[in-house]
Nanobody, 124 residues
Framework: QVQLVESGGGLVQPGGSLRLSCAASGRSFSMYAMAWFRQAPGKEREFVVGISRSGGRTDYVDSVKGRFTISRDNAKNTVYLQMNSLKPEDTAVYYC?????????????????WGKGTQVTVSS
């Protein structure tokens, strides 16, 4: 099993930046595909970005392409989400999720492990 703890959320003005971190406990972090999801008030949770076990493959939802960057450090058991040019519509609770993967692919379905989330608010 793996436990996930997100951090780095906060209040930022439109156009600003934040860096989210997701620290994983447990062994074999490098065997897990990771992803970030978000849930805005009154909306369903949505996939934002995924990264493969090695970090060599990533996939972004269209609304964040060119603004968000996912990365991971398997030595530190941590995945990051750098968010630039933030917009009010990026306001949401951001969740980190993990799934054990037997190949170096991206997955965002049936994620069994979730963090508790970190709030990101973009407002002037």
């Amino acid at each position: 099993q793996v436990q996930l703890v997100e951090s780095g959320g906060g209040l930022v003005q439109p156009g600003g930046s934040l860096r989210l971190s997701c620290a994983a406990s447990g062994r074999s972090f490098s065997m897990y595909a990771m992803a970030w999801f978000r849930q805005a008030p009154g909306k369903e949770r949505e996939f934002v970005v995924g990264i493969s076990r090695s970090g060599g493959r990533t996939d972004y939802v269209d609304s964040v392409k060119g603004r968000f960057t996912i990365s991971r450090d398997n030595a530190k058991n941590t995945v990051y989400l750098q968010m630039n040019s933030l917009k009010p519509e990026d306001t949401a609770v951001y969740y980190c999720a993990a799934r054990y993967s037997t190949s170096d692919t991206i997955t965002y379905r049936s994620m069994p492990y979730w963090g508790k989330g970190t709030q990101v608010t973009v407002s002037s």
